[in-house]
């Protein structure tokens, strides 16, 4: 019973009737809203489990850091299992420490011979944390854009969904028209079906492209911006531990 409702169904779809009753450019405006739709779902799910991924990883990395803070250059973590997931906190992490080495090595190997430091160490000037501060910046800058890549292909669809519908709605219209005028035949009302069934499902199906891609590109920015906010919470929180430890301080 089950199966015969199925077929029962799909032999009275309203959407493959139509589909089966138009022409080359009917077909093919059908065609191109299926693609921008299922297009959109995969934008929207790979993002949805990049961006979940990279939320858990950092908020683990972010656990990690806080307790190792009274050392904030020897967090250490296994790199093949970091490297092989999205971590942007990681990520931050791992060029803060790599510039910060940098120039801490620099300042032991320049620093002022007049003034030698008895315990060997060095530290960094307002001029090295700004310097750093602004690597990170950029940085946050890279990884919103990786998180960003693609979604402009679900700005496009929700702009282009609902013109390929409209045009499905005025083709039809106007094959229908066409055909009352080269039939005078009483298989008018077939005609008339048949061209008005294409131009309802195509509206139909671009706002059914249009509108999950609406919600998701909404969705995936307000959650894109949000994580923006959280690096850059972070890059100051690390920042601010390797200034707390390192910085020199002018005593007068």
Same mark, same amino acid.
């Not at 690597?135 to 890549?149: C, D, H, V």
């Not at 066409?178 to 077939?190: F, L």
């Given at each position: 019973?089950?199966?015969?409702?199925?077929?029962?169904?799909?032999?009275?779809?309203?959407?493959?009737?139509?589909?089966?009753?138009?022409?080359?450019?009917?077909?093919?405006?059908?065609?191109?809203?299926?693609?921008?739709?299922?297009?959109?779902?995969?934008?929207?799910?790979?993002?949805?489990?990049? +961006?979940? %991924?990279?939320? !858990? /990883?950092?908020?683990?990395?972010? *656990?990690?850091?806080? $307790?190792?803070?009274?050392?904030? &250059?020897?967090?250490?973590?296994?790199?093949?299992?970091?490297?092989?997931?999205?971590?942007?906190?990681?990520?931050?992490?791992?060029?803060?420490?790599?510039?910060?080495?940098?120039?801490?090595?620099?300042?032991?190997?320049?620093?002022?011979?007049?003034?030698?430091?008895?315990?060997?160490?060095?530290?960094?000037?307002?001029?090295?944390?700004?310097?750093?501060?602004?690597?990170?910046?950029?940085?946050?800058?890279?990884? +919103?854009? %990786?998180?960003? !890549? /693609?979604?402009?292909?679900?700005? *496009?669809?929700?702009? $282009?969904?609902?013109?390929?519908? &409209?045009?499905?709605?005025?083709?039809?219209?106007?094959?229908?028209?066409?055909?009352?005028?080269?039939?005078?035949?009483?298989?008018?009302?077939?005609?008339?079906?048949?061209?008005?069934?294409?131009?309802?499902?195509?509206?139909?199906?671009?706002?059914?492209?249009?509108?999950?891609?609406?919600?998701?590109?909404?969705?995936?920015?307000?959650?894109?911006?949000?994580?923006?906010?959280?690096?850059?919470?972070?890059?100051?929180?690390?920042?601010?531990?390797?200034?707390?430890?390192?910085?020199?301080?002018?005593?007068?």
């Amino acid at each position: 019973m089950f199966v015969n409702n199925n077929i029962i169904f799909l032999t009275s779809n309203p959407f493959l009737e139509a589909f089966s009753q138009s022409d080359f450019l009917g077909k093919s405006i059908f065609a191109a809203l299926f693609i921008l739709s299922i297009t959109s779902w995969i934008i929207f799910i790979q993002k949805i489990w990049l +961006t979940l %991924r990279a939320r !858990k /990883n950092s908020s683990r990395f972010y *656990t990690l850091f806080q $307790l190792q803070r009274s050392n904030p &250059l020897g967090v250490e973590c296994d790199m093949q299992t970091v490297q092989k997931q999205p971590n942007p906190f990681f990520d931050l992490y791992s060029l803060l420490k790599k510039h910060t080495l940098d120039i801490l090595n620099k300042n032991r190997r320049f620093g002022s011979s007049s003034a030698p430091k008895p315990d060997n160490s060095s530290y960094l000037s307002p001029s090295d944390i700004e310097y750093v501060d602004a690597y990170l910046m950029s940085a946050i800058a890279q990884q +919103t854009k %990786r998180l960003e !890549k /693609n979604l402009f292909i679900l700005s *496009t669809v929700v702009s $282009l969904g609902p013109f390929l519908g &409209l045009l499905g709605t005025v083709w039809g219209i106007l094959t229908t028209f066409a055909d009352m005028q080269s039939h005078t035949s009483g298989s008018t009302s077939q005609i008339v079906l048949g061209g008005l069934s294409l131009a309802l499902a195509t509206t139909v199906l671009g706002l059914v492209a249009a509108i999950p891609a609406l919600i998701a590109y909404n969705y995936l920015k307000n959650v894109t911006q949000r994580f923006e906010i959280e690096m850059e919470g972070f890059a100051t929180e690390i920042l601010a531990a390797i200034e707390i430890h390192y910085r020199k301080v002018d005593v007068r």
